[in-house]
Structures are given as structure tokens and as C-alpha cells.
């Protein structure tokens, strides 16, 4: 079919698929209820599903590509089916030999679709769900070092060199970006958040993103979505329907899960919705022609969608279906077993595929309540699957109470979980937003807080980012409107409290929205034209400061959050660029900030004796990089913990005539960096103020802050 032909039906059966696979109540927000039995039985079913999928798909893991397998493969096959089928078969190692290797193992073992996810779990039992890049990398580096491949293995070398993520998975670093790795290894996060849809796919993109990069992530966030969603609402097609729901509109993935929920609607067999699926999606997802699209993330995830769709909520149908389709059918076999598990729990898993995986006798329990590890280092080889199963749940509790629910006990224990599902609330909210901000510009004289509100609602009603609207964007705006109806709307807010200016502005270099805090010194007078002049560069937010609304909302509200020392010292002018997210200041992102600048320029004059660049983690290393590169403008560099990169010691010599305050902690990761570059700027004789704060790891601390803004008080030109 020709793609302009393709794209017409696509657009034409948007509305049927609409009113086929979606009810008027299926994103409801509310507290929904399940007992603690319900929930556990879940959980575990979701770990047995996944070692379901991933061991039936593993004797056909990247053989079949062109076509599908020749008959649906609905148990365990071995290389002893080669007597009496006509397949091919993965017949030289042990993907083929499952029997074999459940003897030797008593139970069920380590692979990656799991195994990431057991490290998972340690790391978020040790940092907790609120985990950063930052400490996800020193779990990888201590857990995951054999038995990866690609997209991961790349991500782990790349940590070596001292990036973290999301520069691991970045498609300018790691030239895997494309490959299904993510959609595997991060459905846990959903069982951590059961029914917290939001928070799940959230933090499943965050996971994504250390290994994958743009329209990668996308089926991971599909999966996440229907994974938590899943542990209240059992019809697949709506589960479906949601995932897409989810995604950004310009997603070439969103696109093909309409194309498939079309292609199920008029076509009764699975392999004809296949052949389409290859057709359109194998060898090239947009303009981007996959290197090896057998194991791109497009083509499988869309599998996977076809395979829950066809299988109706059956899971030996479903799992079949998915391994049967080919590619790198072991994965999404998993993906498919562990979301039927967690809708039909334990009883809805065929015993068979739970108890008869062994060649010498039948398992009593399912796969013998044994998980062996033998490729995560540094972690527990023997573990009972009851035992992994229990401590899920302990994290799935705290996530519920830390996420408005509660547990109540009476005669069974039960948790009440909000639900946080976003795609049609809090409407009414962002639209009154919208048009309050729309009158309150009309009506204002001052130019800059016309402009702020003007910018506000730019920043609403974007789309020149694609980014997905969230439960919690519309929790922001919200507030926001309960903000602007108030001290929102008064110019004194921003001249004499720590609140900014948002400003907005299309960038000369690729047409698209970029935004920067402005705040304004104490009693501002705009005929002052000698104020100091600050920057600060964000940290990373784990990728969350990729959704602009995320960062820029947080001052707008009634309680004010996310603003560091300048903002309250109020000093002088002082920006806080976005930056585009969590981009490290390189490509767009370093074109947005040299953008921000010349905007700001245009606004204002300021003293160019005493003009300040500095940041924390991700901005202290961005301070630096900016530093050397417009060192004539800069009076004084401020690194707090940067996260520096490789770097010489000529680009450090660079700075030697600008004075330079640095800190970090003793403990920290980038501990040596940052002494590295401290001796290099002493060895050129650089003006250096520096600490190395004791029994410190990679943490932000207020008070040194207000250490730097103080000393910048006494640099000038």
C-alpha cells in the first residue's frame, strides 16, 4: 500500500478506532482500591509472565525476520522439536536448550529481560524511587558489566568515560539509539506505580533514556502505560488505546500503533496485520533507515501491540502470537507475558508453562520459587522468586503513599491508589489558564509582565516541542491559574518576592519555543543600566526538564518551588535558561542559551564589570564549556559538582585570566574531575577559590551557594 494511500486511511479510521476501542470513562481520575492479596498475586504473575515469554521466545530470538514463524508456537520448544518440526532455531546455544538449563539452574535464571530490572530493583531499594542518573550509573558500573549487548553495552562503556545518562543514550553518543533495549528492561517501573500511569511512564522514559534516544523511548512509554494501567483495567484494547494515546502526536510509533489497531480491525488473522506491519515499519521508521531492523525498537514494539491486541487477553495466544511474529521475538514475548500476568494474575498463567520446563521432572511451584543470577555482578546469585516478588511490593507501598494513597487494615489489608491518568482532566483548569492569561495581557501597561503572561501561555499551548501533556502538567497549571488569579497578576510579585518573569522567544535556529526565567533585582528601576548580570545553568532532571512546562511551572505556583539563592538575594538580573531540557549545552541546546543571551541583551544593559556564569552538576560542567567560549564577557566562574566531561588542560588554561570558584563533594563520582581541573587552573596560576567538602557525595547544598554569590560580590573586571 502507498503511504499516501496508507496515511488516508490512517487519518480516516482516527475517529472509528476512537469509538471502537475507547469509553467515555476509561481515564477517570479517582482513588481506585485493590486488596494486598489482589496486588501481590499480580506482581508475581508479572515476574513469571515475563520468564514465560522470554524462554518460549528464546529459540527463535532473531531468526525469523522476513516472515514470521510457520506455526504458532504456543509452548516451550528445544532443539528435540527439530525431529518432528520443520523450524528454524537458534540450535547452537542455550537458547535452545531451556530444558537443559532449567535442570542445571533448579529453577528459572538470568537474562535481560529481567535481569536490568533486578538491578533495578537494588538500586531503587538503596536510593529510592526518586533514584537520579547519577546514582543509577554507579549501580550500573557496580551490576552490569557482562551479557549486554548493543544499545546497553554501548551506555556502559560510555559511563566509563564519565557520562551518565541521558548522554549515554543520546543519538549523538551511542549509535544504538534505535534499538528495542529500553521497552525491555524498564517495565518494573510500572509495578512500582500500579494505576499511577503518569508516575509510571515517567519513570519508565527516565529509564529508557539511559540507553535510547527520540522515537526509541516511545514504545517504553506505550508499555509503562499499559503495564499500570493494567492492574485495574483488563481490556486490552483499551489499554492499547491509551498507550497511544499517551504519545506524542508526531511519534512515528503513535502512528504505527494506529496503523495496527486499524489493520486488527479489518483483518482476522494475525500474520496479515504482520506482513503490514513489515511493509511499512522494517526497514526505515520516517526518513531514518534502520542499520539492522530486526532489532529496532518500531518494528518490535509494534509486534507486541498486535500480539495483546489478537491474543483478546489470552496469555498462552498472546505470547504465542508474539513469539511467532519473529524479530527479537524473546523480548517482546516478555514484555506481552508480563502485562497479561499482571491483568489475569497467577491463575491466568497456563500451569504447564509455569511447572513443565524441565526434562527430567515437573516443577512443584512455578519454576521452583528459584530466580538464579549469574550475570549481574556483585548481587545475589540464588534468590527465591517469593522473596523478589515481596520486595516489589514493599516499594509499590511506598509509592502509593507517597503518591496521595493509603493502605487501610481491617479484616484484609487495602490500598487506595490515585489515580493520576491525564489524557481528559483537568481541562477546564488550562483552559481558564489560558484565557485568564490572555486578559490579564490585554490589560497590562508594563511591557514585561506582558510579556510574562503572553510567554506563560505560550508555554501552555505549545507544540513546536511535541512533547505529551501529563497529569502533572495539569496539576502545574492548576495551581498556576489559582496563582495568577491571585499575586500572580501583580507586578510587585516579581520586583520584590523570588518569583521570575517567565520569557519566551522562537528561536532563530529551527523555529521552536525557548523559554528562560527572569528575575528581577529588588525594586527594579528599568533606567538602571549597570545591575550585575547572572546566569545559572540547570542541573540535569533525569530528562524531566525535556518537557519545558515541567521546569517553567514550578515558581508559578502558590507554593513556590524550584528557586535557588540569586532568586531571593535578588541582586541583580538574573536568567535560568531551559535550555531544551536535560541536553547537556551541546548542539540545540548550547544554540539555546547563546539565543537566551542575545534576547536578553536586547531587553537590558547591564554592568559589564560584573557579569556571572555558574551552575550545579550538569550546569556547573555546561559554566565551564560556556566559560571558555565566551571568556571575554564573563567576570567570574562559578562549578558546583560539575559534570565536566573529558577535558585538556589547554581548554583549562583558557580561564587562567578569570577568576574561578569550584566545589565538590569528597565522595562523589566526579570528584576527580574537578580536582583535575582545580590543579590545572593553580598550575596556570588562575585566581581559584575551591573546596572539597568532607564525607560529601553528589549533593546540592544551599550554603555553599551562598558562598559563591557572596564571593562573586567581590569579582569584578
Same mark, same amino acid.
Given at each position: 500500500m502507498g503511504i499516501q494511500r496508507r496515511r488516508f486511511f490512517l487519518w480516516l479510521f482516527i475517529g472509528l478506532l476512537k469509538c471502537l476501542f475507547i469509553t467515555p470513562d476509561c481515564s477517570a481520575q479517582g482513588l481506585q482500591t485493590i486488596t494486598k492479596e489482589a496486588l501481590r498475586d #499480580?506482581?508475581?504473575a508479572y515476574w513469571y509472565g515475563q520468564l514465560v515469554g522470554n524462554y518460549m521466545g528464546f529459540p527463535f530470538e532473531n531468526v525469523y525476520r522476513e516472515e514470521p514463524v510457520p506455526i504458532l508456537i504456543e509452548r516451550y520448544f528445544t532443539v528435540e522439536d527439530l525431529k518432528d518440526f520443520d523450524l528454524e532455531m537458534n540450535k547452537d546455544d542455550r537458547r535452545s536448550y531451556g530444558h +537443559?538449563? @532449567?535442570d542445571a539452574m533448579g529453577g528459572a535464571w538470568s537474562d535481560d529481560d529481567t535481569d536490568i530490572e533486578f538491578v533495578t530493583l537494588h538500586a531503587v531499594e538503596k536510593y529510592g524511587l526518586d533514584i537520579t542518573y547519577s546514582e543509577i550509573t554507579e549501580m550500573w558500573k557496580a551490576h552490569i558489566n557482562r551479557f549486554i549487548w548493543a544499545a546497553n553495552r554501548k551506555a556502559r562503556d560510555l559511563m566509563e568515560t564519565g557520562l551518565v545518562p541521558? @548522554?549515554?543514550g543520546s543519538k549523538l553518543n551511542n549509535p544504538y539509539w534505535y534499538r528495542i533495549t529500553s521497552q525491555l528492561v524498564n517495565e518494573i517501573w510500572s509495578v512500582f506505580y500500579p494505576g499511577m500511569i503518569d508516575q509510571a511512564a515517567e519513570r519508565a522514559e527516565w529509564g529508557a533514556k539511559i540507553m535510547c534516544d527520540d522515537w526509541a523511548v516511545h514504545a517504553t512509554r506505550a508499555y509503562a502505560v499499559m503495564y499500570s @494501567?493494567?492492574?485495574f483495567e483488563n481490556d486490552v484494547k483499551k489499554l492499547v488505546s491509551m498507550a497511544a494515546e499517551s504519545l506524542p502526536d508526531k511519534s512515528p510509533y503513535k502512528r504505527g500503533m494506529i496503523d495496527v489497531m486499524h489493520w486488527y480491525s479489518i483483518n482476522d488473522d494475525w500474520r496479515a496485520t504482520r #506482513? /503490514? +506491519?513489515?511493509?511499512?515499519?522494517y526497514e526505515f521508521v520516517d526518513d531514518f533507515k534502520v542499520p539492522d531492523p530486526y532489532v529496532a525498537a518500531v518494528v518490535n514494539g509494534l509486534s507486541g501491540i498486535m500480539a495483546i491486541l489478537y491474543g483478546q487477553g489470552d496469555f498462552r495466544k498472546t505470547v504465542g502470537i508474539a513469539v511467532s511474529a519473529g524479530y527479537d521475538c524473546d523480548n517482546q514475548a516478555a514484555t506481552c507475558g508480563g502485562l497479561l500476568g499482571i491483568i489475569n494474575g497467577t491463575k491466568g498463567i497456563p500451569e504447564d508453562l509455569l511447572l513443565k520446563l524441565p526434562s527430567r521432572y515437573d516443577w512443584k511451584v512455578p519454576f521452583n520459587n528459584t530466580y538464579i543470577n549469574y550475570s549481574r555482578d556483585n548481587l545475589p546469585n540464588y534468590n527465591r522468586i517469593s522473596d523478589i516478588v515481596n520486595r516489589i511490593l514493599t516499594i509499590s507501598e511506598q509509592a502509593i503513599l507517597d503518591n496521595g494513597g493509603s493502605i487501610k487494615t481491617d479484616r484484609d489489608t487495602v490500598y487506595q491508589i490515585t489515580n493520576d491518568y491525564s489524557s481528559n482532566s483537568s481541562k477546564d483548569d488550562v483552559e481558564g489558564l489560558i484565557t /485568564?492569561? @490572555?486578559d490579564l495581557e490585554a490589560k497590562e501597561q508594563i511591557s514585561l509582565l506582558r510579556q510574562h503572561f503572553r510567554s506563560v501561555r505560550t508555554m501552555v499551548e505549545d507544540k513546536t516541542h511535541d512533547i505529551a501533556w501529563t497529569a502533572q502538567d495539569s496539576s502545574w497549571a492548576s495551581n498556576a491559574l489559582t496563582f495568577f488569579r491571585n499575586e500572580g497578576a501583580h507586578w510587585k510579585t516579581y520586583t520584590e518576592g523570588p518569583r521570575p518573569l517567565i520569557m519566551s522567544f522562537t528561536s532563530p535556529s529551527d523555529g521552536k519555543n525557548s523559554f528562560y526565567w527572569l528575575f528581577l533585582p529588588r525594586a527594579f528601576d528599568s533606567t538602571v543600566h549597570d545591575y550585575p548580570f547572572y546566569m545559572e545553568l540547570h542541573g540535569s532532571g533525569g530528562g524531566k526538564n525535556d518537557n519545558p512546562r515541567n521546569m517553567l511551572f514550578r515558581p508559578l505556583q502558590p507554593e513556590i518551588k524550584g528557586v535557588t539563592s540569586q532568586g531571593y538575594r535578588k541582586e541583580g /538580573?538574573? +536568567?535560568?535558561?531551559?535550555?531544551?531540557g536535560d541536553k547537556?549545552?551541546?548542539?540545540?541546546?548550547? #544554540?539555546?542559551i547563546f539565543e537566551c543571551l542575545a534576547h536578553f541583551d536586547n531587553l537590558f544593559t547591564t554592568d559589564a564589570t560584573r557579569q556571572y556564569i555558574y551552575g550545579f552538576s550538569m550546569g556547573g560542567g555546561g559554566a565551564f564549556h560556556f566559560a571558555q567560549k565566551t571568556r571575554e564577557r564573563w567576570s567570574a566562574v562559578g562549578i558546583y559538582s560539575g559534570a565536566l566531561g573529558e577535558f585538556t588542560r589547554d581548554q583549562a588554561a583558557l580561564l587562567k585570566n578569570m577568576p574561578v570558584w569550584i566545589m565538590w563533594g569528597e565522595k562523589e563520582r566526579l570528584a576527580a574531575s574537578n580536582k583535575k581541573l582545580k590543579d590545572y587552573l593553580l598550575n596556570v596560576g588562575a585566581d581559584v577559590r575551591w573546596k572539597e567538602i568532607e564525607n560529601i557525595e553528589h549533593k546540592y547544598l544551599a550554603e555553599y551557594q551562598t558562598d559563591l554569590m557572596d564571593w562573586f560580590l567581590t569579582k569584578h573586571k
Open positions: #499480580k506482581i508475581e +537443559i538449563m @532449567a541521558p @548522554a549515554t @494501567a493494567a492492574f #506482513k /503490514l +506491519i513489515h511493509e511499512n515499519y /485568564l492569561l @490572555a /538580573l538574573f +536568567i535560568y535558561p531551559w535550555g531544551r547537556w549545552y551541546r548542539d540545540q541546546s548550547e #544554540k539555546d
